[in-house]
């Protein structure tokens, strides 16, 4: 499983920004795919999940409500919608597959290059 993130940028609080991790390979529809964030100094958290074959999601305490994780079949892609981003949302966000779910980054085998949101007060 191949995976590219993109979509990161600069945005002032309250903004919102899509994510976009495009995977690629031949039976990545089979995996669990997830976006984990990590900030300066900190370890890489969960922050959201989606099964590909049933679209089953979960999302970590602090973005519930603001971020939207869903897949495009036509485009193999999974996006990250987030809105109302707050400054604590800066971070190098990763995508990561893995066939099976998890919420440990140390659990998930396939890894997307990291883009910068970067959430302005």
């Known amino acids: 499983v191949q995976l590219q993130a993109s979509g990161g940028g600069l945005v002032q609080a309250g903004g919102s920004l899509r994510l976009s991790c495009a995977a690629s390979?031949?039976?990545?529809?089979?995996?669990?795919m997830g976006w984990f964030r990590q900030a300066p100094g900190k370890e890489r958290e969960f922050v959201a999940a989606?099964?590909?074959?049933?679209?089953?999601?979960d999302y970590a305490d602090s973005v519930k409500g603001r971020f939207t994780i869903f897949r495009d079949n036509a485009k193999n892609t999974v996006a990250l919608q987030m809105n109302s981003l707050k400054p604590e949302d800066t971070a190098v966000y990763f995508c990561?597959?893995?066939?099976?779910?998890?919420?440990?980054?140390?659990?998930?085998?396939?890894w997307g290059q990291g883009t910068q949101v970067t959430v302005s007060s």
């Open positions: 390979g031949r039976t990545f529809r089979r995996y669990v």
């Open positions: 990561a597959a893995d066939r099976v779910w998890a919420y440990s980054a140390y659990d998930y085998d396939y």
């Open positions: 989606i099964r590909w074959t049933s679209g089953s999601t």
